[in-house]
């Protein structure tokens, strides 16, 4: 059935991007929103919008009801829910159904096995799919889970099976703190996503995490747009992302390729998703859990397919069949992400809060910003403090990085701290460049006063002070070389 009308559930850049590609689909938008997104960006730039509720997403992102009302009041025949809020929520899928309305996602089914960690694990198991050495269960017996961390041994991860976003793992050094550590968490994951089962993982010390983006449609037919390296990361959140991985060889990526359309295909997945992996120092990769939604970090992937991801969800949700086969896919250059929050990586990357004063971002060849903000726009307090989305493509992964530096010294955002010196951080840094840095890159590598070159008033005064004088000099240079080269001429 051809979609004519969809009703975004999200807001933000997010919003913006699948508006972007519904406009180019010939589809009408519709944007909700909340109190502190009044005058967001999505709202204006959809052809319609509808007003949720107040600030909290829990009155307004994340109200099933109202999200379904305003597709019933504006007469849209589907709703894309983007990442974060209802994305993942399987109940939400299954009455954007009920109510007639076509979900641009997979099925609720899917969700919900894929939604716990065990439950995914255990869907995996059917195929030949790697696995971390674990507990492969929710822990109920306490001395056998004890047995099991030993014979693992430690250190040993405790995770939430509900886990997401970095949240519910806890890492246990010593034997003697497993069972305090195993309670702390279940209590945890109980109160954070209203489920406490949690798990045994040996904690693998030096892992890279690299994943793989699948695409699937009705009908069976699944293929995987190749890997995502995303180990530059602090509290266990992504920050840096590229597409091809440097240390993935056409070997790993074919083996990675496999394990991940068999995770998929456990489920019988349609529409994009992404099949996580962990890979320690011999290669050896792991599943880790599938994310049943857009990623974040999905257009490094769009840059080196050439395959829009959004455009093709609203296609299979459409009932359409994968216009390409594996075989049509190829990897053409190099690109990197570098999401820009408004924290402050001197502070141990806290959120930076406040009003953006001055915006200006970086343009050129192979650059692309997904943003939601403009100059004089607050970052509100109620949702996810990622300012853009700054991603460059090349040819290769060194003018990529090249590239990336450039981009950096070209934005200008003041009013907040961001993550863009720390990107330039990692983009010079030897162990970015040679492809050897873990997912502890920021703990072995990075320390605050790096960042801490920012000039006094004073300093700034004085810089610009001798930069006139620079300029001036330069000017008479320019001047003078041009009279004599005018003088030859003559
Ligand atoms: P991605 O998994 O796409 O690489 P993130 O891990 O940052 O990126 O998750 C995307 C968004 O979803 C973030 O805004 C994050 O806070 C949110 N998120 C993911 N899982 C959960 C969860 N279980 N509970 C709450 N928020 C979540
Ligand atoms: P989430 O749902 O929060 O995204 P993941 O299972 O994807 O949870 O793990 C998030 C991050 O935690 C990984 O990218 C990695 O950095 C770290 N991590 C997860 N499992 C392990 C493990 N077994 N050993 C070491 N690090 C891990
Ligand atoms: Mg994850």
Redesign the pocket.
Known sequence: MKINKIVIANRGEIALRIIRSAKEMGIKTVAVYSEADRLAMHVRYADEAVFIGEAPSASSYLDIDKILKAAKDTNAEAIHPGYGFLSENANFAQKVKDAGLIFIGPSAESIKVMGS?LGAKESASKFNVPM?PGSGKALSNISEAKETAKKIGFPV?I?ASA???????RIVEKEEEFEEQVQRASSEAKSAFGDGSVFI????SS?K?IEIQILGDQYGNIVHLFERE?SI?RR?QKVVEEAPSPVVTPEIRAAMGKAAIEVASSCNYYSAGTV?F?MDENKNFYF??MNTRLQVEHPVTESISGVDLVKEQIKVAQGEKLSFTQNDLTIRGHSIELRVYAEDPTNDFLPDIGTITHYKKPQGPGIRVDDGFEAGMEIPIYYDPMIAKLTVSAENRETAIARMIRAIDEYEITGVQTTLAFGKFVMQHKAFIDGSFD?HFVKDYFKPEYLNDKLSEEENMLVALLAGEVLKEKKLNVNRENQISNWRKR
């Open positions: 960690k971390v991860l995770k886990g997401g976003g970095g949240k519910g793992m993982e040996k904690y693998i892992p995490h995303c990361q266990y996580e962990i880790l859990e997912t």
